[in-house]
């Protein structure tokens, strides 16, 4: 089984900043691309940012400039800086990972954490 925790959410100030982390763990014998999604309620879950095993990264438009995904492979852990917060970035933020558990499987699957509220409001 494969764990998926995320941590460093919380309530900001419009123009502040925050760290979000994402650790991987369990059974890991490959972990390929990680990603950041966010939700709010009544929309669907979106794309914000995800990065590759060998660091090649894609983010949503409304997040370049202002977002910097990152990971560091010895540890399964990935990483989003988040400056300039606006309102609308308000969300739950899931971490998403593509993971071979064991060298017997034949695909990599997907697993989910359970998300970190970000709130930016004055």
Same mark, same amino acid.
């Given at each position: 089984?494969?764990?998926?925790?995320?941590?460093?959410? #919380?309530?900001?100030?419009?123009?502040? =900043?925050?760290?979000?982390?994402? %650790? %991987? =763990?369990?059974?890991?014998?490959?972990?390929?691309?990680?990603?950041?999604?966010?939700q709010?309620?009544?929309?669907?879950?979106?794309?914000? %940012?995800?990065?590759?095993?060998g #660091?090649?990264?894609?983010?949503?438009?409304?997040?370049?400039?202002?977002?910097?995904?990152?990971r560091?492979? %010895?540890?399964?852990?990935? $990483?989003?800086?988040?400056? =300039?917060?606006?309102?609308?970035?308000?969300?739950? $933020?899931?971490?998403?990972?593509?993971?071979?558990?064991?060298?017997?499987?034949?695909?990599?699957?997907?697993?989910?954490?359970? #998300?970190?509220?970000?709130?930016?409001?004055?």
């Amino acid at each position: 089984q494969v764990q998926v925790v995320e941590s460093g959410g #919380g309530l900001v100030q419009p123009g502040g =900043s925050l760290r979000l982390s994402c %650790a %991987a =763990s369990g059974s890991i014998f490959r972990l390929y691309v990680m990603g950041w999604y966010r939700q709010v309620p009544g929309k669907q879950r979106e794309l914000v %940012a995800d990065i590759t095993s060998g #660091g090649s990264t894609n983010y949503a438009d409304s997040v370049k400039g202002r977002f910097t995904i990152s990971r560091d492979n %010895a540890k399964n852990t990935m $990483y989003l800086e988040v400056n =300039s917060l606006k309102p609308e970035d308000t969300a739950v $933020y899931y971490c998403k990972v593509e993971v071979v558990p064991t060298p017997r499987a034949t695909r990599p699957y997907d697993y989910w954490g359970q #998300g970190t509220q970000v709130t930016v409001s004055s």
